[in-house]
């Protein structure tokens, strides 16, 4: 698995898992970290399937689930780009941290931890401080 | 609706005792990169002939673009044979005006610049080629047609490692401009991986698996994987 640039964005393709999704997946983090900006202009089809040497369907199906998201439009001639509608990535950011929530929630109720638990265990968690913040002191 | 551009029922051919296609049953998706898969002598080149016309059927029934294999059809299919050299005694340059006289759709432009990424130069004699260029030279004339259809047969083999990525990238290219089918055999699928979005296992003669490589993906890990469970 290696780390390909494909204009601002960054990629890392692992050919066991579907690819469809990880290049998804990817340029949404990248427009929820703001790594590519409002209204900034996405690499063409032909650009990012020749960059990641991956079949350009591929790359035109993500291209679809971003553009049926709201995340991107696209101008006819000019290609796709990122919205310049800030609440839409706002909205989104939030759907991506419930997302993530949901996700450890149900990993922790695998373990068997209750929701009570879960909450206890953030309560001691912020009263220590966050452990990125305690590495630092 | 998925469209498909080849269909086989129920196709067998065999080789004196042995079958090399054995009731195959297959629909294969048009616009889409396929790669046909498996060991040696489980009947991928036997499929490929039989699609374009070299090799007759004993049993069953096959559609190559709506139609039956036959001739004239071949216009409309630019064809990679496992083992071929045509143009023993000419350059290159001679293989292309070769190629605007009698190859459906060709174009020349195309097979320069296709040329010129494989290193192939115009005045090189054929009958002085390695083998790898040769390859090149033959993928170089199937690549240069504007078809609809492209089959094949180890495009890879005997091609280094830094001509190989040209040749996937061109081949991206190329399906980024038009619709077109591309069928493929390879032992390097490592290579493909990307580039494939169809898979079909074939062994004995029969299909194991035919999905899209997606769907592999997320069942089975990358396709090399699979190929290496299925074949061990």
Known sequence: MDAKQVGSLQFMIDFSLPLYEQILNQIRSSVAKGEIGLGEKLPSVREMAHSLKVNPNTVMRAYQELERDGLTEKRRGQGTFITHDKDKVAEFRDDLAKEYIL????SMENLGFSLTDIQSYLKIIVREGHPHDRNNH | MIETIIKCEHATKKFGDRFALNDLNLEIPKGKVIGILGENGV???????????LTRLDQGKITVL????????????????????WYQDQTVRKAFEFGVKLLPH???????????????????????MSKGQESRLMLTMCMSRNVP??????????????SREHIIESMIDYMSDREVTILMTTHEIYEAEGLLDYAIFLDKGHVLIADEAENLRREHGSLHDL????YR
């Open chain 1, 103 to 106: 996700n450890f929630i149900n």
């Open chain 2, 227 to 230: 190929s290496r469970k299925l």
């Open chain 2, 43 to 53: 009947g991928k080149s036997t499929l490929f002939r039989v699609l374009v016309g």
């Open chain 2, 106 to 128: 060709f174009n020349i432009e195309r097979a320069k610049q296709f040329a010129s990424l494989m290193n192939l130069d115009l005045d090189m004699k054929v009958s002085s």
């Open chain 2, 149 to 162: 259809l492209i089959i094949l047969d180890e495009p890879f083999s005997g091609i280094d490692g830094t």
């Open chain 2, 66 to 85: 709506g139609e039956q294999p036959n001739i004239k059809l071949n216009a409309n299919i630019a064809y990679l044979p496992d083992r071929a050299s």
